[in-house]
Each structure stands twice: as C-alpha cells, then as structure tokens.
C-alpha cells in the first residue's frame, strides 16, 4: 500500500496557509496514484510528530512543501518525523539537488522515503512560468514580458536564493520571456526597485512562496509599490514607474505544484501510472476564453 | 415494507432489544466463498458461534462445492446452495465478519475505534445488532456519533456536533465527503480562524448523514486529526508521552530559548501553562504530560476521551513568549485605585481569560467587564500615554513601546 504524505507548514494565525496543500492533496488524490494522501504540519495538526501514525501504508512518501532546503527541511521535519539516523549528508546535496533518503521513522518503525523540497525541482521551474500563464489568462505569455522569480535573499537562508537563481536561470535559458531577473526581498537586486532591472513595459512578478500570507499579500505589494497599504488591494496589472507589474502571488498556489509533489515520489521510487500526464492535463491554463 | 415495526414497548419490556432481520447480502455470500476458496480444505473460517470449512476428503483434496458447518458438536456437510441458507439463517454473525473483515479492514486504529462505537464492551454480535438497530451513540469530542446497521448487515454512521443532536437531518448541511469537513473545523462560530482543532469551538450545524465506517473513521480523522491514533495507542498500553522538559529541550530556533525558561527552581511555570492552554475549557485532549516522567503537574489533566501526548505547537509559541516575558524582573509600582476599581480589574481579567467578553450585555454596568464601565476606567485612569495612573511602564522612559519584539515574532509565522 503506497502512501504519500504531504508536510508544510500551515499557520496558528492565518486560516489560509494550509489551503495550498489541501489542494495539492486533493489532486494528487483525484490521480489515484497513491493509496492515501495524507497531510501534516508545524503549526496546524496532525502535527509532524504525529502525521505518520495516521499513515495506513508501508510504502510511505514524505514530500516537504517548502520552497528551499533549510532549517525546515534539513533539521525540524527529520526530527519531528523521528527519522532514524537522519543526516543531512543523507540526501549528499549543494543545497539544490536534495533528492530522497530512505529512513526508518521511530514513531511507526515503518521505513519513509523523505524526499527533497518542493521548490528546488526542476519541475518548479515549470510551475513558475504556469503561474506567469495564469495570471496574465494567456497560455503564451513571454514575448514583450519580463518575468521576476522573488524570495528570501540568504540573509535567512543561503540555499533560499540558490533556489530562485536556479528557476531563473532555467527559464531564461528558454528564451520564452524578453528578460529573467532573480530579485530578493532582503539583499541586491532588490524586488522594491524592479522597474529599474527591466527594459520591458510588461513584468510577471511571481513569489516563490508557498502560501499567501504576510510576505506575499502585505510586504511585497507595498515594497514594490502596488500599493500605499495592503488594505488598499492593488490591481494586476498595476502600472510601477511606467512598468506593468503583474504579480502572481505565492507560486505554491498554482495548482501545477501538485504535478511537482507527484516528481518528488516518483524520483524517490514511488509507482505512479499515468498521474503525472494527468495532473499535467487537468491543471493547465483554459486557452482562449 | 409491509411488515408492521415492531413495537419498540415489547423490546422494552423484554429488558432487551430485539436483534434485526438481516438479509445476506449475494456479495457477502461472496466474500465468504472466497475467503474459504484461500484456505485450505477443512481449514475453518469462523464466525461469531460456528465456522465453515471446505469439505476435505481426506486425501488433502477439496471436493468442489462442499462445505462443513460446524455449529456446536455436529458438523454439518452442505452444498453451496445449503451453505447460503445456513449463512443467511445466521446472517448477523456473517454481515458482521464481513463489516470489519472486508469494509473496515486491518488498519489498527480505524478497526479498534469503529469497533468500539458499537461495542464497548466485547458484546455478542445479536446484543450489538440489537443496539445499533436502535442507533448507538457515542461523544468523541464535540462530536456526536449514531451508529446504526442496515437490514443488510452494513454500518451507518451520522456525524454531528453533540449540540445538534436530535436535530432533523433536513435543519442542518448535509455532507457526504469527509474531507469537506476540513471547511467546517477552520472557523469558530464567530468567524474566528480555529488553531488548534481540539479546541471546545466546534461550530454546529452540519451533519454526515449516511457514512460508511472507512468515511466515519476519516470524518473523524478529519475534524480531530490523530486523536484516534493516539486513543488507540493509549488502549494499547502504548502511548508516547513526551512530557515538558524532553519537548522543550528538543526545540531549536526560535524556539530553543524556551528550555531557559526551566531552570531548576520547580514546575510552577509549567502549571500556569497548563492551566492556561491545556484546562478542558480551552482543548477536548487530555493532557497526559507532565512536567517530567517524575514530576506530575498539581493542574487537572481534564476528562477527554483521546489523550494529549505532548506539548502541541501552540502550546511551544505561547511558551516561547512567557519564556521572553517572564525574563523581565518585577517592579513596584504605585497605583490609587477604589476598591472597585481594583475588583474591576480583576472582572476584566476573568472576563477575558474565560472568553465571556462577547456575553456581557451593552448596558449591564454591573459587569466590571461591560464596554462602558471599562471605558470609563481608561478615561479616568490613563494618561495621554496610555500609562495606567499616570505611571510609566520603565520609569526611565516615557514610552515602554515593544513595536521591536512584535516584529521579531513575524518570523514564527510565514
């Protein structure tokens, strides 16, 4: 019995963080790939300390629903989960290519595949430009767009911007969009000053973020100049300094990131049919109207 | 249809409800063939009070279509054709391997806590059938559970909250996905965001009507995620209590502060904690942890029916303020109150920390707690600052703003 079990890290204050993962499960469900889906978290319950005993299966996937490897992926969930024996030279990585570690969880003596995070596949890189698709509505968008993937800048986490230089730099090798930038919340290039990093009228601005929340619906729209105050709203597109800025929100909200969650299982082993084509299929941006 | 009900007056009078007429089900029936059909001849499935086995003709072969019932001392030999009959005679036994064999399945907590619903006590299948054909109700939380048996032998559940009971199905949402019940545990019925899902703020007014017992287990799963795990480890002598001292020495980051806050000089901290988190008013568990596996808490644990195994994440954030705020040394300050002023104080305290602000009428000035009244004493007892009396908060400052800790705290939630 092949179980997938999907941790992140949900919220005591915001009663929207854990939307995104709900949904992701939900796909992955509908696909049938797996016998249970089940999800766990740091601040919403079943907990991380306890999700595993909620799991029926012996064949079990944990896919972290983070953007970067870090403190989370690298110390809280092995600990929380009681992986027997975790080390983080387990998944042998520089800090971008994390991929599975087959490990035994104390809590159920039950072996889980952890697997890497989310946001450093390479299918992230897919999900990012999906996002650009859907929220300028067209399946084409590139030509006369730049786009800007945004995060942390290492001041909290060092891999946190390896991980957007990676996506930007796979999707400007494209050459789908006129320009591809990487800016950073907290260190040069800085996303407050976007207008000056692109030459085009029209910029996609996607946050690689999880869920909507206080960087993504407050700190980012008023650094970048959307609005005065996030009460306010903003519209997309909103005109900066004479640039279009189309903010997309948190990434992890597209509904492709269930697509990367099903990648990390299957790298890790996991036996998946046809559900990643259907996944692919069934999240696609509607073409024409 | 058209057999009169029996009259529920007659099971009363008996002392004890009658068993239902179960019809067996051809998939049922079917079930059973193939279970024998992976056994060896003469090797016996067993039912509640007999078994049946393929017939066994001694020479290690099966003869096709042959079955032995053996029912008491007197093993009986019977086509398939017999076998159905005498299956469908003793329908309930059957149905009843087949609900928990076949539909419930293996999983240990799923099978312990369905079983359970409808037998408490290891009852005979008649006197269970006879129950849930009457509806056996059980409080798992908030919640409210009715199981019941179809005249096919199959378990229905209805899903509640305990202040519906009673309710007709057609007053309250109906649900039939038992992951819809995610939207119903976000939100108190005030609107306000739930954290922590055991907490005593269920709202009310919807109803799983018709669930199968894999759907029942999983609704339940849903609104209390892992309760039913750790019930069923706590039945099976098996609980993992991870008490204070372990949880917060294991913390890092942010939270890692939180293991200074214990620091030798007793466990009284920890009771405040837990009289402030932990009291049934403010979560269903029941806390089984303590401050270490040698020093129990002096703070009631509450009467829940699933345990509470270690600090909770909410438990851990608040932690990680007290530990901050409880660094600070006491001062003296120098207040003029009236005696009710200071009562009043105490009635504000009391109103909040028991989350009754919302039940104090507008114009019942006899409630310290009441709007006005409260307005009343900042008008007269603060200063422009906001300073109570006049009083600055670090007589060296003006101002004892913590603008800078709040932000701090952003980065617990992201």
Known sequence: MQSLVIVAHGSHLNPGSSAPTYDHADTVRATGAFDEVRTGFWKEEPHFREVLRTVEGDEIYVVPLFVSEGYFTEQVIPRELRLDGWDVSEWDSDGLSADQAALVAEDVDREVHYCGPVGTHRAMTDVIVRRAESVTGDPDVGEGFGLAVVGHGTERNENSAKA??????????????????????????????????????????????????????????????????????????????????????????EPLMADVILERAADAGADLGTALDDVRETTRVATGD | MAEPASDPADAARDGAPEVPEIDL????????????????????????????????????????????????????????RELHEALDERAPAVTDWYAFERVVGEFGPRRAFLRWLEDADGATVATRYAALAEGVERAWGELRITATVTDRGERRYDVRHADDAGVSVDELDSYDDPLDARELVTFDEKGRYRPLKTAPTLAGGWVFPDLGPRDAYETVETIYPATVANWHREREGELDVTHWRETMERQSGIYGVIKTWDRGEGHEHVNWVAEACCDDSQCLKRREWQYDDETDLDVDGGDGVFPCREPCSVVVSAARKWTRLESEQPRTYEFELTPSEKEQVEEIIDAVADGRIDEIREADTKEGANRYRTRFLRAKLFDDEGNLGGVPTDPDEEDGDDADEDDADEDDEE
């Open chain 2, 25 to 80: 089900p051809s998939d049922t029936f079917d079930a059973v063939l193939d279970a024998l059909a992976e056994r060896d001849p003469g090797d016996p499935l067993r039912f509640e009070g007999f078994s049946v086995a393929r017939a066994d003709e001694g020479d290690g072969e099966s003869a096709p279509d042959e079955y032995v019932l053996a029912d008491g001392d007197r093993p009986s030999r019977l086509s398939e």
């Open chain 1, 164 to 253: 957007i230089e990676y996506h930007a730099d796979r999707i400007a090798e494209r050459d789908r969009f006129d320009e591809v930038k990487a800016l950073y919340m907290d260190e040069e290039p800085e996303v407050d000053d976007l207008p000056e990093f692109f030459e085009s009228d029209d910029v996609v601005l996607v946050p690689l973020f999880i869920a909507d929340g206080y960087h993504t619906q407050e700190d980012i729209p008023e650094d970048v100049g959307l609005c005065e105050d996030h009460t306010e709203g903003y519209d997309v597109p909103t005109e900066v300094d004479g640039t279009r800025i189309w903010y997309a929100g948190a990434v992890g909200t």
